[in-house]
């Protein structure tokens, strides 16, 4: 049984997360001889504050960016 970790950035829809969930069900199938009831597939939404590039948050770095 596949199971699959998705971090993304919050801010998606459920209907982008929902196309989503169908074409990585349709690759893990296709590549990995399954079934689409055997996949099991986790989105981890995470906010700007909790993720960092270069040792900075995305918030911190998006803020910087935005001050003059």
Known sequence: MPI????LMEGRTQ????AMFARVTEALCAT???QPEQVRIRVE???DGDFAVAGKSVA???AERESP
């Open 15 to 18: 209907e982008q997360k929902d």
């Open 4 to 7: 699959v970790t998705v971090a």
């Open 32 to 34: 990995l001889d399954c």
């Open 60 to 62: 911190r770095s998006n």
């Open 45 to 47: 939404d995470m906010s």
